[in-house]
């Protein structure tokens, strides 16, 4: 867990410590649709999973991202 959320802080360029499982999508500020692409992109690559194009649009929350990378290990 603590490795995901090093992991999404370095792609959003920002201190892990800013980060929880309730971070929301749109509500933080490094987090807009462009950085929903590029850290899905980013979270597949580094986990070994997938994430469907139509789940992300379901995505709200670093939780729910943890969720497909949890599936994986």
Do not use: H, Q
């Not at 603590?2 to 749109?26: I, N, Q, R, W």
């Not at 987090?31 to 995505?59: C, H, K």
């Amino acid at each position: 867990m603590e490795k995901f959320f090093e992991f999404v802080a370095d792609v959003f360029e920002c201190d892990p410590s800013e980060l929880t499982f309730d971070t929301a999508y749109g509500e933080y500020e490094k987090w807009d649709s462009m950085m929903m692409l590029r850290l899905t992109m980013e979270l597949e690559e580094e986990y070994e999973v997938s994430i469907p194009i139509e789940a992300i649009g379901n995505i709200k929350s670093l939780k729910d991202l943890y969720r497909y990378v949890k599936k994986s290990g």
